[in-house]
C-alpha cells in the first residue's frame, strides 16, 4: 500500500506534470518536470530522497539545530 512505503517518481507519473518545492522557513521555491526527474532518476527514485539531495546545501539543514523546511505540497493534492 502507498501509505506504507515511500513515495516514488514513477508513484506521480499521470498524477502531476511538475513536482513543486517549497520551503517555509527560508521562502525558497522550485518546481521541477516530473518526465525530466524520472529521466534522470529513474520511476523507482523516493522523492524524499531527490529532496534529500536537492537541498544539500540549505542553510538550515546546514545548522546542527534546526531541519530544512523544504516540502512538496502537491503531493497532498495527488495521493
Same mark, same amino acid.
Do not use: I
Given at each position: 500500500? %502507498? ?22 522557513? &527560508?521562502?525558497? $521555491?522550485? $518546481?521541477? $518536470? %516530473? ?22 546545501? &540549505?542553510?538550515?539543514? %546546514?545548522?546542527?539545530?534546526?531541519? &530544512?523546511?523544504?516540502? &512538496? ?7
Amino acid at each position: 500500500m %502507498l501509505q506504507d512505503r515511500a513515495v516514488t517518481f514513477g508513484d506521480l507519473v499521470g498524477r502531476l506534470r511538475m513536482l513543486r518545492v517549497e520551503c517555509n522557513k &527560508c521562502g525558497w $521555491s522550485g $518546481s521541477y $518536470s %516530473l518526465a525530466l526527474l524520472v529521466r534522470q532518476c529513474g520511476r523507482s527514485h523516493t522523492v524524499l530522497d531527490w529532496k534529500d539531495m536537492l537541498t544539500l546545501n &540549505c542553510p538550515q539543514r %546546514l545548522k546542527r539545530d534546526d531541519q &530544512c523546511g523544504a516540502r &512538496c505540497p502537491d503531493l497532498l493534492k495527488v495521493l
